[in-house]
């Protein structure tokens, strides 16, 4: 397997990104393509004291890069020679199975669409972190790319998210929630009133197991197995786990600071807290995948560090095992959108 | 003082309501009437082995409940006899300085502003709850009683928020963000750009001062004194935060229970774990005002039990003194909504 990685992206670019993928090389058994200015790149390794490419690892010359303050819509045709746009175009001429990037995630989105192409039919490839939950994990999608959406949109999510919980959690028969205010169908607005209809439609065709609205209270308590929400209030569902997650493991390590006594007892439950740490920790999770286009896509955290650029290296290997975009496309049956219900393209 | 409370709303109806209120009568140094079905009022004072009515604490009867399955638009029309709307009436006659019920928001939303009535010029009340954050604690508006929302809806949000913030928190120059799924001004959806330019438009006016955006990872941590979100992600981030919060302490718990050493460093850290406990406990803050009507009118949790009663009289008592719908009044030519953005009543 060979993996195409972005290596000019995210915060700590490139020897975050240079290190992550030498460490997916050595202990994941897979090829990566380190995709950048060849100097940076090198000089990366060379900080790392390696100064001859270590086995399964290549690099791709790409001069120019996509800066976060670049236009998404105009990245593909202004920055064709960016690591970002030149490693896409590599993915889609199969010049390998998965494409990973820490940058911008409205350049990686756009670019993606435009170069590697949304799998016919599919009307918005959305993306669909993994969250960690009180028993377990699920998938919410979409998480930002969309920030409007219609119900064709999310019907679509819907039915992505449950085939991606299917292969990467390995759930049987996902419970797919809709996020919502409230537990009546009456609740929401009309974007989540609509999808509660075409989702129970699907649920009834054997598609998907809907379950009906899931309050954002439940998501992290474990309410469902897939969540399924426009993009807008899905990042705000996430980030404020992110950021909630912060806040008291944060005040936790207050209490344990507080004397000789406490810190002890930080010392005894060390093993167990570092667990917790884990659990809650994004980088462990890899990156986010987008679903929805021809070829697996993974967009990393922009502050990957080498921890979370290796889980994303993981991740994309069991993206591509569990061939989800196969699983997308054999079931499009299902995901083509109603006639009558047809809004938008 | 006198604060009136609907005894027969909320999961503990009438038994801890009338404890709460009890209490709170006892030690806020203030009135209470209880409005509900006189014979279970007095049974639930009864169960607490009071025969008598304790000094301050006066029943109201009224002989109907409103329901959780009660349509709200019809509570007023068809339950005129319940608690709520007839402790909604009494408020609206000055026989109380504030309301305070655990029952179903919505009734409670509609039947406040049919009753008691929206300050002249407020397009929607809102509910503003006060939430922990790293740094101290901020204001959220709205939380969930306005699904969907204007710019004008939002733009009031935020100058009723920053007054909250003012007298409740007692923050000379709140921070007022809007929510949003990035920081740029060009981020979100038509709702939120728009909005970003007229709170723009009033921080230069002096009437709030604007931050701009506030990813919802930054509220947990701080970002900003004031949140300024529609109904539905409002409450998105409202719920994640209770449900991350409880997600975390529970695996805590678990990191403690593991064996007898553990065991005793939880109870090295029990001062400050409990303080970290009530620090995230809802009923602590008490209970969610609604800001823009005429009189004060608190929504207490659903679950409320004692000292969740307790914390919502405390909060009800703070919010006469600090006179917030006063302070709301005298400054609604920085509220009016600028003409050519008039979209709706």
Redo the contacts between chains.
Sequence with gaps: MRIIIDAMGGDNAPNAIVSGAVRAARELNTEVVLVGRGADILKALEQQGITNLPKGVEVANAEDVVDMHDDPSTVVRKRRDSSMVVGLRMLSEGKGDAFISAGSTGAVLTAATLIVKRIPGIRRAAMAPIL???TGRCVLIDC?AN??CTPEFLLQFACMGSFYAKTTLGIDNPRVGL?N?GAEDS????LQRQTYSLLQRLSEAGAIQFIGNV???????GGADVVVAD???G??????????????????K???L?NG??K???L??KK??G??KQ??DYREVGGTPFLGVTKPVIKAHGSSDELAVFHAVRQAVETVQSDLVGAIEANMEYLAVPKELDHAE
């Design positions: 960690p939950t009180a930002g920030a409007e996020l205010i609740k929401g607005t009309e309050e954002a209270r439940d998501v992290p308590l993009g807008f209030s990042n705000i569902l996430l980030k404020t786990m992110e950021g909630t997650a912060k806040l008291v493991t944060g005040e936790m207050k209490v344990f507080q006594l406490t002890l007892a930080a005894i439950c167990g807290l667990e917790l659990k809650m």
